[in-house]
């Protein structure tokens, strides 16, 4: 019995890991849309300007 409850131990601190992970993933992709739009509206003002 012990090493089954170690196992689920290790499987919710998987788990957790995982919604970690998937927030950190989902953080670094609103962060890079952000960057894109900036970028976007800088050239598009550029073009404007010429």
């Known amino acids: ?3 089954y409850n170690d196992d689920d131990r ?3 601190v998987k788990k ?3 919604s970690l ?3 950190i993933k ?3 992709k609103n ?3 952000n960057i894109i739009k900036k ?3 800088k050239l ?3 073009l404007i300007k010429t």
């Open 10 to 12: 290790w499987l919710k």
């Open 39 to 41: 970028l976007i509206k």
């Open 31 to 33: 962060i890079i849309k």
């Open 44 to 46: 598009i003002k550029k």
């Open 26 to 28: 989902n953080i670094i």
């Open 1 to 3: 019995m012990e090493w």
């Open 16 to 18: 957790d890991d995982f």
């Open 21 to 23: 992970v998937s927030i």
